[in-house]
């Protein structure tokens, strides 16, 4: 079946442009979550949806980052006034809900969009 | 806060030879996950380990979920060179009811000289 998918796969903006990143998850998928990777790093956390919710943004940067949801599916990740900080791999995550309490499922993760700020 | 740390933080090995990345969590986990992420590639997820003690096998990789489930191991028998690439332990997140977020070490990188 489909996985996740994102577009753009690559961005290139200039200091100080809007930019909006999208995710399609898994259908089924209630679960999504951005994630930011700079060069050679580990993955960052920036927000969680459940549904159209957003019960944690607590990794997102900045006010200059925001994100929603929509139809419980597709997930727009927007960067307002890009800085050259910026630039990094955005990656979205989908997964089911959690099972258990405490025992979250596995995460199917997007190929990224590679934001570079000049 | 918590958390989870993996080393080596990179290991070059010969073709052939055995690789081991060891991941520690700062508190206990009710279950740990590994991915593995090729050079320019995203992380996929590879096993999810639950109970204390547990051994998984998928061909050459062993994985162990330790007795206290605050540690973790992947092994590699006789490497590969499509066996290159960061693989990444994660756990729930703990605390402040956030079970439904993973925290993620920062990776073993993986390099295999052929």
């Known amino acids: 079946g489909a996985g996740v998918s994102q577009s753009p796969s690559n961005k290139v903006t200039e200091k100080g442009k809007d930019v909006e990143l999208r995710c399609d998850p898994i259908s089924g998928h209630t679960a999504l979550y951005w994630y930011r990777q700079s060069l050679g790093q580990g993955l960052e956390f920036l927000i969680y949806f459940q549904g159209n919710s957003a019960p944690d943004k607590s990794g997102l940067p900045s006010d200059r980052f925001s994100a929603e949801r929509t139809g419980g599916s597709v997930s727009t990740l927007t960067i307002q006034r890009t800085q050259q900080e910026d630039s990094a791999v955005y990656l979205c995550?989908?997964?089911?809900?959690?099972?258990?309490?405490?025992?979250?499922?596995?995460?199917?993760f997007g190929p990224g969009t590679r934001l570079t700020v000049t | 806060g918590q958390q989870v740390m993996q080393i080596p933080q990179y290991q070059h090995v010969q073709e052939g030879e055995d690789f081991t990345t060891y991941c520690n969590s700062s508190t206990t986990l009710s279950n740990i996950q590994w991915y593995k992420q090729r050079p320019g590639g995203h992380p996929v997820f590879l096993i999810q380990l639950v109970k204390s003690g547990e051994v998984k096998k998928q061909k050459r990789l062993t994985f162990q979920f330790g007795e206290a489930k605050k540690n973790s191991s992947l092994h590699i028998t006789a490497t590969q060179t499509t066996d290159v690439g960061t693989y990444f332990c994660?756990?729930?997140?703990?605390?402040?009811?956030?079970?439904?977020?993973?925290?993620f070490g920062k990776g073993t990188l993986l390099t295999v000289n052929p």
């Open positions: 994660a756990g729930p997140t703990v605390g402040g009811g956030s079970n439904y977020k993973l925290t």
């Open positions: 995550a989908s997964s089911l809900s959690l099972r258990l309490a405490d025992s979250p499922y596995e995460q199917y």
